[in-house]
């Protein structure tokens, strides 16, 4: 063998960028305090941050409903998982941090407006219903995006998802619970049912993102493997998962178009209406406005908690020092 070692020659210094190169090629693991092209972190930064506002926002909608429950079990369990999402939040800003960002701007940038989070926040929550639905297709279209996650390149953002994903699945099945419950009692209730799902159905397949003909950052995303599937490959994994689900349900998905597709192994479906997700993402859907609000209002009277810890943490500071100099 002609490698350095076996002619004792010293080691070719390898330069960072492919030694990077190299642990990416080997499905190896990107660690904090390891090189890192400058793209690479901003675009991990970008994502991270959008997810755990994701998730932060994401309490919103469902949260409304926690005093309105229709039973201790149904409250218990919509608490509980309001509560994971906001767990999922801070290990996602956690992640963020490793990486150099400062969870105090992330926040600053979420409520001005500057970074963004997913577009099926801003819809309403006008039932009990559709908690359920949430659960079976928000939660199910997350599975979905962040199973692949778990595998990401980067090592703080793909362990943090293992942990996620459990919690996700979790919600998924409180959800469709529900729903099963809902289904086999009184027609209104059916008919809540069936609404929210039509409600649902499309901005749910937009949580995946554009089409893959327009969407700028996916290759890149996927040449780092911080990203393991298309928009695209991903919306299909879902549709094919829910179509099923539905039919034990009993309801109807809202696209006339939807079919089994034998050829190709999967359901053809229609063309979400891309002007739509567009309008929800620049900030105009039926909840945008409300949302930040909500969440400006929050941090600001937040601002007490974040100065008697900064200041307990200070004080602990001075007593250890003192504590070292005696
Ligand atoms: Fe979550
Ligand atoms: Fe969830």
């Known amino acids: 063998m002609n490698t350095p070692a076996a002619t004792g020659a010293p080691p ?116 009990f219903a559709d908690v359920g639905v949430i659960g079976w297709f928000v939660d199910g279209a997350a599975i979905c995006n962040q199973v692949p996650l778990c595998r990401s390149s980067y090592g703080p953002y793909g362990r943090a998802m293992v942990r996620v994903c459990k919690e996700e699945s979790f919600h998924q099945r409180q959800g469709y619970e529900l729903l099963l419950t809902m289904m086999r009692g009184t027609e209104e209730q059916r008919a809540m049912v069936q609404d929210a799902v039509d409600r649902w159905w499309w901005p749910s397949l937009m949580m995946f993102g554009p089409p893959d003909d327009n969407s700028p950052n996916s290759a890149r995303s996927m040449a780092w493997r911080i990203k393991r599937h298309t928009n695209d490959e991903l919306r299909q994994r879902f549709v094919d998962m829910t179509v099923p689900q539905a039919e034990k349900l009993g309801v109807t998905l809202p696209d006339p178009e939807l079919r089994w597709n034998e050829e190709r192994g999967h359901h053809d479906f229609g063309t979400p209406d891309w002007d739509e997700l567009k309008r929800v993402i620049s900030g105009d859907g039926p909840c945008n406005a409300e949302r930040i609000a909500r969440r400006r209002a929050a941090h600001e009277e937040g601002a007490w908690v974040r100065e008697a810890a900064t200041a307990h943490a200070a004080k602990q500071a001075a007593r250890a020092s003192e504590g070292a100099a005696a």
Do not use: C
Not at 101 to 112: F, K, N, P, Q, V
């Open 12 to 127: 070719q210094p390898r330069s960072l960028e492919s030694a990077f190169e190299d642990t990416i090629a080997r499905d190896q693991r990107v660690e904090p305090r390891d090189w890192m092209p400058d793209g690479y972190r901003k675009t991990l930064i970008r994502q991270i941050a959008q997810h755990a506002h994701s998730e932060i926002i994401g309490m919103q909608p469902e949260g409304e409903w926690i005093t309105r429950a229709p039973s201790l079990r149904r409250k218990a369990i919509l608490f509980a998982k309001v509560q994971d999402e906001a767990g999922h939040g801070l290990y996602l800003y956690s992640a963020a941090e490793t990486l150099g960002a400062d969870r105090a701007d992330l926040t600053e940038w979420l409520i001005e407006g500057r970074q963004k989070y997913s577009s099926i926040f801003n819809y309403p929550t006008r039932t």
